[in-house]
């Protein structure tokens, strides 16, 4: 039993142990990087269909929102996309930006604290 244990330790203790038998990967994983991350040229803009234009403005929405991005790099984004937008499409997202703002000025006014005279 002696001579097991210490041929296990000299065998944990081997150098290399951990990467025998398992296969080096050749090719990378693919990475995924948000949306946001990625440099938005009008050449890859002009590449969404309009239901995808409309998925990446949601999207911007809320990283706008949570921080990730600022409100003057969000402003220049949306107003590429959103020329790229057909009338139906962005008579929707115009609805859409009413609405929330809307619902913005009302919580807005529902937090104020009210002054009594």
């Not at 809320?62 to 139906?88: F, K, P, T, Y």
């Not at 000025?105 to 937090?111: L, P, Q, V, Y």
């Amino acid at each position: 039993m002696g001579d097991t244990a210490s041929t296990r330790r000299s065998f944990l203790a081997a150098p290399g142990h951990l990467t025998q038998g398992r296969p080096v990967p050749t090719h990378p994983k693919p990475v995924f990087h948000a949306p946001m991350l990625l440099h938005w040229t009008e050449d890859k803009l002009q590449l969404l269909d309009q239901d995808q234009l409309l998925n990446l403005l949601a999207n911007l929405d809320h990283q706008r929102a949570i921080g990730r991005i600022s409100n003057e790099a969000g402003a220049v984004l949306e107003r590429d996309i959103v020329a790229r937008l057909d009338r139906r499409n962005g008579a929707s997202r115009r609805k859409q930006m009413l609405a929330a703002a809307s619902a913005q000025a009302a919580e807005a006014a529902a937090t104020a604290p009210t002054t009594a005279g």
